[in-house]
């Protein structure tokens, strides 16, 4: 089992910035993928990004086409940590963001149905 607990969410103005974290704990894998999902008011859950990591395949990350260029997900390992940086933020960008993680290798775009725990989710405001 895993758990994962994520933090950082709030309220922000457009163009602000946030830096959302997600502490895991429990099992451990050497082959694992971890990403970031949201949930806008009445819509969908959607993939935003993704950091994967196999001993044959090495690191790689992912991100849909609407955060390219403005969000950045990186992981400490020593930490167990996923931070997702995000910059430029616009008020389409409000949702809840879960943190999500696979404890075996998943490539994209299979990750984006994939993961197998969730977090509880935080919430991030945008106001216009």
């Known amino acids: 089992q895993v758990q994962l607990v994520e933090s950082g969410g709030g309220l922000v103005q457009a163009g602000g910035s946030l830096r959302l974290s997600c502490a895991a704990s429990g099992r451990t894998s050497s082959s694992y993928a971890m990403g970031w999902f949201r949930q806008a008011p009445g819509k969908a859950r959607e993939f935003v990004a993704a950091?994967?990591?196999?001993?044959?395949?090495?690191?790689?990350?992912y991100y849909t086409d609407s955060v390219k260029g403005r969000f950045t997900i990186s992981r400490d390992s020593a930490k167990n940590t996923l931070y997702l940086q995000m910059n430029s933020l616009k008020p389409e960008d409000t949702a809840v963001y879960y943190c999500?993680?696979?404890?075996?290798?998943?490539?994209?775009?299979?990750?984006?149905?994939?993961?197998?725990?969730w977090g509880k989710g935080t919430l991030v405001t945008v106001s216009s």
């Open positions: 950091f994967t990591w196999s001993a044959w395949t090495g690191s790689a990350t």
């Open positions: 999500s993680a696979k404890g075996s290798y998943i490539g994209y775009p299979d990750l984006k149905s994939g993961m197998e725990y």
